[in-house]
DNA sequence: ATATCATATGAAATAGTATTCATATGTTTA
DNA sequence: TAAACATATGAATACTATTTCATATGATAT
């Protein structure tokens, strides 16, 4: 079940596997972060973040195909949404982790910047 | 606090994008199965997933530095154990949001290049 | 039907990360 | 303290994912 498989040309399977590695991207959680606040079209988002709007679409992409934005179509507009349902447990979850075991870090950070 | 900044080197410091990216990598979803069961040292969890041994050890390496496992010192052995309290819900949550979400996605994967 | 706006896509270039291998460090036992 | 065992580390290489750029597709208004 949560074995690593491989499909039929050698690409990995597991879930969990390509569901980090999704998230395992800083434009990802830029996105995932603006996203919390209201759903966005591509180019709304490329205004916020600053980024090229094809870069935009291809980290959308990828972030739709695990299900953790879902799109909506308005006028000529592709409007994103953030499945919360599943992402808001799981920062919270990695908060309450931050602060209770890397409150070293944490200090470490602040002390550097 | 969840915006992305850099570390005096141009090192990514956002908290999230490290987390997922210490965990989006196979054999560490393979290492975190493995120490669900019971905690291991290095030696033992190579024995178990076949894999040499510094392999191992950079990846427990990096799977530390975020919490994710810890190690105490047993004679010659260090013994890893995983972090239950942060990563079992958030697996558990993953595994909602696949049956939930991603029950056709997983007919895509396999047709995926 | 065409022009325009909005987004998506493919492929090559690039950046980022993991693996490998040789070797170093740490711990116990004889 | 030397030998054996267990693990860690650094650096080069191999891999994989992202970025970029040119272009294609889709939607709407005229």
Redesign the pocket.
Known sequence: MNTISYDIR???MNTYYLFF??L?????IEIITELKKKPL??????GKLK????????????L?NCSIVQ?R????????ELNKETIMPILEIIDRHENKFCSECKAEKSRRK
Chains 1, 2 share one sequence.
Request: glycine share 8%.
């Open positions: 050698g690409k990995i590695g999704n395992a991207n800083p434009l990802k079209s591509v180019l709304e988002l490329a980024v090229e709007q094809s870069k935009l679409s291809h980290a959308l992409c990828s739709r799109v179509q308005e006028g000529k507009k592709r409007i994103y």
